[in-house]
């Protein structure tokens, strides 16, 4: 509410200046509960930051350490070891297993015949 000639808005009569003092007690306690948001986020961020530098500095540790590269190493190996092993013999195998089956089907059939 306005009133013509007595300058920018200034509050004039007690019905605008009560209006005038409710909204700027509002204003400041909404700025107050953002300063307290903000305040918060700013101490969360900080200690995200702080955690994401430990866990890199545990990650690069993990990564240099030798025991876990030497265990990676021998782990390679015996897959390598494993994969050569079940390339290379298994008509080998299955002919053994196709011997093994007919010889307990003939002592099957011996057995049942002998009866």
């Known amino acids: 509410m306005r009133r013509a000639g007595l ?3 200034a509050p004039t009569g007690n ?3 009560s209006g005038y003092s409710v909204h700027e007690e509002e204003n400041e306690n909404l700025s107050e509960g953002l300063r307290a948001k ?5 101490h969360l961020s900080i200690d995200i930051g702080t955690e994401v530098k430990y866990q890199n500095k545990m990650l690069s540790d ?3 350490d030798s ?3 030497s265990t990676g190493g021998l782990l390679g190996a015996t897959m390598g ?3 050569l092993l079940s390339r ?5 195998l299955f002919c053994y297993l ?3 089956a007919l010889f307990v089907f003939f002592v099957l059939y011996w057995v049942i015949r002998l009866r």
């Open 7 to 9: 300058g920018d808005g």
């Open 15 to 17: 019905y605008v200046a």
């Open 38 to 42: 903000v305040s918060a986020l700013k």
């Open 62 to 64: 993990m990564c240099t």
């Open 67 to 69: 025991d876990f590269e």
């Open 81 to 83: 070891r494993l994969k």
């Open 88 to 92: 290379g013999s298994q008509t080998r």
């Open 98 to 100: 196709l011997l093994f």
